[in-house]
């Protein structure tokens, strides 16, 4: 066996680089057909070409290749009781004494690992732990004069489907070390649609994971944020408006609908939602409560001194959330109608007077001001206004009269004309 162990060193060495060669191999062509999230947009091109398709895989096989290069980036080292090893994991044998040799192994698609004087180990599944213990209890009695380890170079990449709420849904490249967090940013993130608290990662074993994404954004714990495997579904569901919703004003994009959670209280879900910061007037933020007995609705004000915690004030389902604009909006009779920024001890007046009403014309005398926390609305141009308030200014009968003179002169023209014409009859 001695005078062997040159000769099985160079086939070895052969293998070695073969095994490495064609793990590269292979996972570029696993790769290259993935899904990416520029795939979807190449596709809404109405005169997409061969030529169009061909130039986005060429530069998919570049990043490709350069994400291979750069080598993996960990949050921390990996725990051996913890990986499971799978098809594509890259191994490394040492072999320490006379003849030294480094050999890099390749789990096969089988899940084998063929090690050198040794054949194939069926490693796939087990533990990091268990498969290195595996391979070294099987090398041992072969290389009785040499030390042997055994370690993981190299992790494999695997597909995850992302689907349903995000922005693009599809096949991605991940690996062992990849959160779901990571593989729903890469998919663009969530839409305006999404329920975050329910997302489900579905097992190619069959069973379900349910993963809140809020939590993470709130709590900020890491350890509770799942690692994803080949052949996981992450799927991202949409609101059920069957469930209990809640309807949020504000000037900004996240205004609309969303779902809430049986308890969830008003600070955690503005923060979940992110329609707060610290420039937001949070004592004008109001909740409008729709009564059990068909009256008036309630108006509550959580965050005033005296109210209940905005963190112990539980929402209910209607519920109406408004929360102050940082802008007064003018519209009516004005050049500049718009949105204006807010300041304070400001009137109606005063922002009528911004957006170009004529403090000539009557039209000042019928200001109104609507506010959205109470529904209602005020008369008079000495009106307070606060943020998010909607000034409406009103035509004057003058100015009325002055916009419709033109077409009444020109119906009365017509009416003339059609009575010396004969058409209303025969003149006497």
Known sequence: MRKFFPILCVVALAFSGAAAQSYEDLLLRQTTTASDQELPKLFEEKDLTQEALDEWQKKREVKLRERIAQGDALENALDPNQYRVGPGDVFQFNVWGVMQSQVPLAVNPEGKLAVPSV?????????LAEAKALVLEKAAPLYANSRISVSLAALRFFRVHIIGEVKFPGTYMAQAVDRVTELIAEAGGMTNWAWPREIEIRHDQGDTTIYDYSAFEREGDLSR????NGGDVIFVPSVDLQKSVVTV????KSGGLYQISA????????????VVNNNTDVSGITVVRKSGNKGRDSLLKPFLSGGESPRTFPLRNQDRIIIPSGYVYVRGACRNPGAYP???NLTAKDYAGMAGADYQSGGMRGLKVYKPS?????????????AGDVVEVSQSLGNKLRDYGPILSAFGTMLMAGYYIGVFGDKK
């Open 263 to 274: 308890g969830e209280d008003l600070m955690p879900f503005l923060l979940r939602i992110r």
């Open 342 to 344: 807010f300041v304070m």
């Open 225 to 228: 944020v799942p690692f994803v």
């Open 119 to 127: 054949g194939e180990i069926e490693v796939s599944g087990r533990t």
């Open 249 to 252: 004003q504000c000037d900004i």
């Open 374 to 386: 109470t529904g209602k609305t005020l008369r008079g141009a000495s009106t307070p206004v606060q």
